[in-house]
Nanobody, 124 residues
Framework: EVQLQASGGGLVQAGGSLRLSCAASGITLDDYAIGWFRQAPGKDREGVSC????????YYVDSVKGRFTISSDNAKNTMYLQMNSLKPEDTAVYFC?????????????????WGKGTQVTVSS
């Protein structure tokens, strides 16, 4: 059974930082493109950051460029999203995912596996 277990969300003041983690079991993340997505209340889900093992430069949605960093630890089979300089508009449920292509971040291309979301709330 494939599981992606996201953690690390919480309540933080604007300007603060959080690091989201997503531990995978049943798959090897290095075999897939990985990504973080988010959905705010009343809004569509958006791709925050995606990368494949072949990419030199990960994709980041414009609103998080320079503030968020996606990474992974193959030994731990875990992906991360380091979020700095958080803003109230970053408030959302964040989901980790793995699939065939990082294009899922900016297109209707799908991801194969999804974790349950973790809530990030940024207060002003």
């Amino acid at each position: 059974e494939v599981q992606l277990q996201a953690s690390g969300g919480g309540l933080v003041q604007a300007g603060g930082s959080l690091r989201l983690s997503c531990a995978a079991s049943g798959i090897t993340l290095d075999d897939y493109a990985i990504g973080w997505f988010r959905q705010a209340p009343g809004k569509d889900r958006e791709g925050v950051s995606c990368v494949s093992s072949h990419d030199v430069y990960p994709y980041y949605v414009d609103s998080v460029k320079g503030r968020f960093t996606i990474s992974s630890d193959n030994a731990k089979n875990t992906m991360y999203l380091q979020m700095n300089s958080l803003k109230p508009e970053d408030t959302a449920v964040y989901f980790c995912a793995a699939g065939p292509s990082p294009r899922a971040c900016w297109s209707n291309y799908g991801m194969d596996y999804w974790g349950k979301g973790t809530q990030v709330t940024v207060s002003s």
